[in-house]
């Protein structure tokens, strides 16, 4: 009886090894250095139907090295407006990948897309509410210049030009 726990034993940790070891964890990669690239804190200048907002928002790599987290507050309308993201780069999809959260909405905007090294753009696509809260198509730009500025364009639906757009300036 004990040679046949031991057979049994065996089989089954020769079956689950190779699925264990199959399965590594995601490290970051180079795509991710262009997500540190943008870790700190930044100054931003909102321009959205006609008005002209500042806030700030906080850069953070997380979840060891992983996903860059931002923390953004505003105004919009008068009103405080705050929101949260995680931005990371999916080996697997190669692609880099983006959920959004904000207190305008209590639905996510999901998105994927991919980075341009030549004209240092990255271009994402997906779904989230739109204007009437309804689920929308959503496009972003992000060209990055240089270091310290992201000059950022968000369309919407099918429009032509930007629902709104956001210039982030590093602080020193």
Known sequence: MNTVRCFVAIAIAAVA???????????????HDILKKMVGNWDLTMKFAGNENKGKVTYKMVLDGLWLESSLES?????????????????????YVSTW???????PMVMEGTYD???KTLTL????PGMDGKPTKHKSISVMPDDDTINFSMYMGDM?????TIVYKRTK
């Open 17 to 31: 090894s190779p699925t264990v070891r199959a399965q590594e964890f995601a490290k970051p990669g180079p795509e």
């Open 75 to 95: 105004e919009i309308f008068g009103t405080k407006f705050y929101g949260k993201g995680l931005d990371s780069y999916d080996s697997k999809k190669k692609k």
């Open 101 to 107: 959260f904000d207190s305008m909405t209590a639905s």
């Open 117 to 119: 090294k030549a004209t």
């Open 125 to 128: 696509t997906g779904e989230g």
């Open 160 to 164: 032509k030009e930007p629902a709104f």
